[in-house]
């Protein structure tokens, strides 16, 4: 039995989610375990994280146990033959034999586009998020470090359980041209993420380039963890899982 790291690009438009849900819906991680026992592997996949409907992904870990013999290197090419057109694996490696996608991972980092134009395009209406009006980005960057650090992101977050505090890394704004236009790329890296924090804080800080409030007013929803303090969360089809990283030796076959 071999432990497999797998890296998963996928188009979020049609699914309602990674995470396998009730019969009947879409999923991810439901239409990537369908196709595992065809390669030799156990029909489980474990993911770094959980996406929801409509947002995207670059590059999702999963790890899946495999007992057949096919080489590492084919595994991509064997299940791209099986999976749907808006699913695909684009790389796999040996790993540790306990290795976990999810407790092993130091950090994950999403993105979430924002194409700004006077129009709407329908090429991207699946891939951003489109804002008629201007931001006032100097605004934004001054509420970004606001976030970063050791925090209770509650008042970010949508139907979340579990304890709020989180570590978030990194916090930057980019300008592009995109495909369509000008664009303004946000950017987390963090140890972890709640369920809707990525949306919640990008629905506000919104709100800060829109001039409907302050930088500073992030202060208050971190302190309070009130969520009716925070801006609407932005919709999902601009956000993107991009990456996650681990220990090398945890990515080291025993």
Do not use: C
């Not at 432990?3 to 849900?21: K, P, V």
């Not at 999963?62 to 033959?81: C, M």
């Not at 000008?182 to 972890?192: A, K, P």
């Amino acid at each position: 039995m071999r432990r497999i790291l797998l890296l998963a690009e996928y188009d979020g438009t049609h699914f309602a989610g990674l995470q396998r849900q009730r019969e009947g819906l879409r999923t991810v991680q439901g239409e990537l375990e369908k196709v595992l026992p065809a390669i030799g592997a156990l029909p489980k996949a474990v993911a770094a994280g959980r996406t929801d409907a409509g947002v995207h992904a670059l590059a999702m870990p999963f790890h899946v146990d495999l007992q057949g013999r096919i080489p590492v290197e084919r595994i991509p090419e064997a299940l791209n033959r099986l999976l749907p057109e808006d699913l695909k694996v684009h790389g796999a490696r040996e790993v540790a034999r306990d290795f976990h996608a999810r407790k092993d991972a130091l950090w994950r980092a999403y993105r979430y586009r924002v194409l700004l134009r006077p129009h709407p395009s329908p090429l991207l209406r699946h891939r951003a998020l489109w804002l008629r009006h201007p931001l006032d980005l100097k605004a934004v960057e001054e509420a970004l470090p606001l976030l970063l650090g050791r925090h209770n992101f509650l008042g970010f977050a949508k139907e979340e359980v579990r304890e709020g505090v989180r570590e978030l890394l990194e916090a930057r704004l980019f300008v592009v041209e995109g495909e369509g236009g000008l664009e303004v790329h946000f950017y987390f890296r963090g140890t972890s993420f709640l369920r809707g924090q990525v949306r919640g804080m990008v629905g506000t800080l919104l709100e800060v380039g829109l001039g409907k409030r302050p930088p500073e007013s992030l202060k208050a929803i971190l302190e309070t963890q009130d969520r009716r303090l925070a801006g609407p969360s932005a919709p999902p089809q601009g956000l993107y899982f991009v990456e996650a990283a681990y220990p090398e030796e945890r990515l080291m076959p025993r």
